[in-house]
């Protein structure tokens, strides 16, 4: 038997062998394409039971960009719509389908999973408040490397806004709405002046989740929040690292001025709120009365010629 | 009598130079200020952008700030050197015939009396400029510096400090531009005898005729006392 026999079988197993690893790789990649026939469409939506709409198009080269789309497919999140079409959706409202999709993050995600089961949203999450924020409140799957551009940060307050301006939402937790009173101080300044001259420049001043703390956020009064009395001021220092001892009552606590709380600022409120209108009022007449008398003169002259 | 035309120094050239120095000051300060406090407004945003973002602003903000306060420096420095020299005999300072004139000129403009009150160098509405002057740059450097350094001040006073200063800071800035615009742009512009400008301020000099209508007292002291009374 001579060698040369083989030959052509030993090629061909290379062939195909090498065949099979150059083309196992994109079927992956041939996986997402075949998703993205459909979900790349504007406006595609998922219409649910309770009348609420879920977003299923994808913008595949936010996705491709980020840490998702250069490790992920479709079906590693989806393994279930590999079918077409797709098995029905079991969720019957909007929070349900988020709680269901956040089960699906942990399988990577565990740090931050585990951080914000034990915060202040993961405690009432257990206890089935509906207004609970899961992952994908805050977070696009799909465009996941969002988190770390300016836009996501300097839009952080109006993200966390989304409840924690909405009076009636706050009220069923005791809570006030924090939103503006953090727009109408320094860092909020600050950041809305980011937002609207400088969206490409994250801002430099404080936002919720740098002094709150963001997966594992915890109520004020918890001795393990950031912002308990007996931590704010370490929480202050991290920024204003040669801040004085009494610096942390210079942050009102997104408390309106008032008699109880930070009542200097809402004298010296109370002074300029008099003091103004009554100066102005008193110069505007005097100089209403010399240009009258000035008139009356003007008139008596042009009698007497 | 008086030559026609006659003028009468007022203002040395170091006191018009710091004037100059306020005009600049006031109006950079309004201009960078102003949207910092109406932050929300599209015009400040407008602003803002046109001076390269709030750090710009904030620079350029602290920057004539420091130029006001060096000049409010050099202005009480000024003042004692006057004093000390016997140049200033304390025509500013407010006294109770200010009062009395108050109501004087009040009466003679709602056409109860015939005759201006007798005004000394500076009439009341002068002092009432002047002396919200001190008032408003003294409230403004403090409560600017306080925000300025917050982490310093909080350790010998109450932080709160901190945004009642910004509170004060900008209602003080309200208080201040409204009033140059009422009472300032009235006295000193659009004053019909006056307007456009009183010159005074630019010349260093007032037409004698106008320190007998205006500031009769002075007139006096300076014309002497045998001038027979306007009539």
Same mark, same amino acid.
């Given at each position: 038997m001579s060698s040369v026999r083989w030959v052509p079988i030993v090629l061909g197993v290379l062939i195909a062998g090498a065949a099979l690893v150059a083309f196992a790789v994109p079927a992956a990649a041939q996986d997402n394409e075949t998703c993205l026939t459909c979900h790349t469409a504007p406006g595609m939506v998922l219409t649910l039971p309770s009348t609420e709409v879920v977003s299923v198009t994808v913008d595949p080269q936010r996705f491709g960009a980020s840490a998702h789309g250069q490790?992920? &497919?479709?079906?590693?999140?989806?393994?279930?719509?590999? #079918?077409? $079409?797709? $098995?029905?959706? &079991?969720?019957?409202?909007l929070k349900e389908y988020q709680r269901i999709a956040a089960g699906v993050c942990a399988s990577c995600h565990g740090d931050a999973v585990d951080a914000f089961a034990g915060s202040v949203h993961g405690r009432a999450q257990r206890m089935g408040f509906a207004d609970v924020p899961t992952c994908v409140t805050c977070h696009n799957p799909h465009d996941a490397?969002?988190?770390?551009?300016a836009t996501f940060r300097n839009n952080l307050p109006q993200l966390c806004g989304t409840c924690h301006a909405d009076p009636v939402i706050m009220q069923k937790y005791g809570l006030r709405p924090v939103y503006q009173t953090y727009i109408n101080e320094f860092h909020g300044i600050t950041t809305t002046l980011y937002k609207l001259t400088k969206p490409r420049d994250p801002t430099p001043a404080a936002i919720c989740t740098d002094c709150h703390g963001g997966h594992d956020i915890r109520a004020a009064s918890d001795p393990a929040s950031r912002v308990h009395p007996a931590n704010v001021l370490a929480t202050c220092r991290n920024?204003?690292? #040669?801040?004085?001892?009494?610096?942390?009552?210079?942050? &009102?606590?997104?408390k309106t001025p008032g008699p109880q709380a930070a009542p200097l600022v809402w004298y010296v409120q109370l002074f300029y709120a008099f003091l103004i209108p009554t100066t102005v009022a008193f110069l505007g007449l005097l100089t209403v009365l010399d240009l009258g008398r000035w008139a009356t003169d003007q008139i008596r002259r042009a009698g007497k010629s | 009598m008086s030559m026609p035309g006659a003028m009468v120094r007022r203002f040395t050239l170091a006191q018009r130079i710091e004037h100059f120095v306020l005009i600049l000051s006031f109006n950079m300060l309004a201009f960078t200020g102003l949207p910092q406090k109406y932050f929300q407004t599209g015009w400040a945003e407008r602003i803002i952008q046109l001076l390269g973002g709030i750090e710009r602003t904030r620079f350029i903000h602290r920057t004539f700030a420091l130029i006001l306060i060096a000049e409010a420096l050099w202005h009480i420095g000024a003042m004692l050197a006057a004093r000390r020299a016997g140049?200033?005999?304390?025509?500013m300072a407010v006294n109770f015939g200010d009062f009395r004139r108050v109501l004087g000129d009040i009466a003679f403009l709602l056409g109860l009396r015939r005759e201006k009150p007798a005004f000394a160098r500076y009439d009341y509405r002068q002092k009432l400029e002047y002396w919200a002057v001190v008032w408003g740059t003294v409230v403004m450097a403090t409560s600017g510096l306080i925000m300025w350094f917050p982490e310093t001040v909080a350790r010998y006073l109450p932080g709160v400090i901190v945004p009642a200063s910004r509170v004060a800071h900008g209602g003080e800035a309200l208080l201040a531009i409204l009033s140059v615009i009422i009472w300032h742009f009235y006295n000193a512009h659009f004053r019909p005898d006056i307007f456009p400008m009183d010159r005074a301020m630019w010349s260093g000099e007032i037409p004698l005729e106008r320190l007998r209508h205006d500031h009769r007292a002075e007139y006096e002291r300076v014309v002497g006392a045998e001038e027979p009374p306007a009539s």
């Open positions: 490790a992920l &497919t479709c079906a590693t999140c989806h393994p279930k719509n590999v #079918d077409v $079409p797709h $098995p029905k959706v &079991t969720a019957k409202t490397s969002r988190v770390k551009t920024c204003h690292a #040669d801040a004085g001892r009494f610096f942390a009552t210079a942050w &009102t606590e997104h | 140049r200033e005999h304390g025509d």
